[in-house]
């Protein structure tokens, strides 16, 4: 069975801080993506990293892949509180760029 | 801009009843798909739906699920019999062109809220 774990599940940073939070997954995969969800909304689009060694930032947000190691991680520069949201990897799985499996997502509460 | 739009916003249904649950995706995308997210939990694929057929669907997606593009621009979700363990909030999503990091961005709508009674 195919899983992607996220870890932390929870975190809770002061403003100004760093932390990096990962997605690890169980299947081959040279696709992976990065989402925020705000409490009560939908998704938001955030990263698409499509190779080994791709390397996204936006802001004070940072994603990177490593398929040899089924790992990717999302980190935060300097968090600030508007950050606050819960945090998802999704893995493709599929042949046709179509099937995607998230993973348990990390809430994030920046304290200011 | 372009957004993708779901109606209703809130379904409220009998066990048991079919529901449809509507989505109008962006209007040059190609590629539609539905997820489902149970309160408090991980977003699960359900479906994946390109040239008016479907791409790949996960194990949640068995007979009692289906999906159609009806008309070009709306793409329904319709689930014949629901049951209990069904209520989750429901996600529309479309990606855009064949190639490259276009065809991979998903833009998702507000969802519909599915509650079984």
């Known amino acids: 069975e195919l899983k992607v774990e996220q870890n932390p599940l929870f975190l809770s940073m002061q403003e100004g801080k760093n932390y990096t939070i990962y997605c690890n997954y169980s299947t081959t995969s040279d696709r992976l993506y990065w989402y925020r969800q705000d409490p009560g909304k939908s998704l938001e689009s955030l990263f698409v990293l499509l190779s080994n060694g791709a390397v996204k930032q936006e802001g004070r947000l940072m994603a990177s892949l490593d398929t040899k190691a089924r790992l990717s991680t999302l980190h935060i520069t300097a968090a600030v509180h508007d950050l606050s949201a819960t945090y998802f990897c999704a893995v493709d799985t599929s042949n046709t760029g179509n099937q995607f499996y998230f993973g348990t997502g990390t809430s994030l509460t920046v304290i200011p | 801009e372009p957004e993708v739009t779901q109606t209703p916003s809130h379904q409220v249904t009998q066990m048991g009843q079919e529901v449809i649950l509507r989505c109008v995706p962006i209007s040059n995308h190609l590629y539609f798909y539905w997820y489902r997210q149970i309160l408090g939990q991980k977003v699960e694929f359900l479906v994946s739906?390109?040239?008016?057929?479907?791409?790949?669907k996960s194990e949640i997606f068995d007979d009692q699920f289906s999906v159609e593009r009806p008309d070009g621009s709306n793409f329904t979700l319709k689930i014949r019999s629901t049951k209990l363990e069904d209520s989750a909030m429901y996600f529309c999503?479309?990606?855009?062109?064949?190639?490259?990091?276009?065809?991979?961005?998903?833009?998702f709508g507000a969802g519909t809220r599915l509650s079984v009674l």
């Open positions: 739906f390109y040239n008016n057929e479907i791409s790949e």
């Open positions: 999503a479309s990606s855009g062109s064949m190639f490259g990091v276009a065809k991979n961005i998903q833009y």
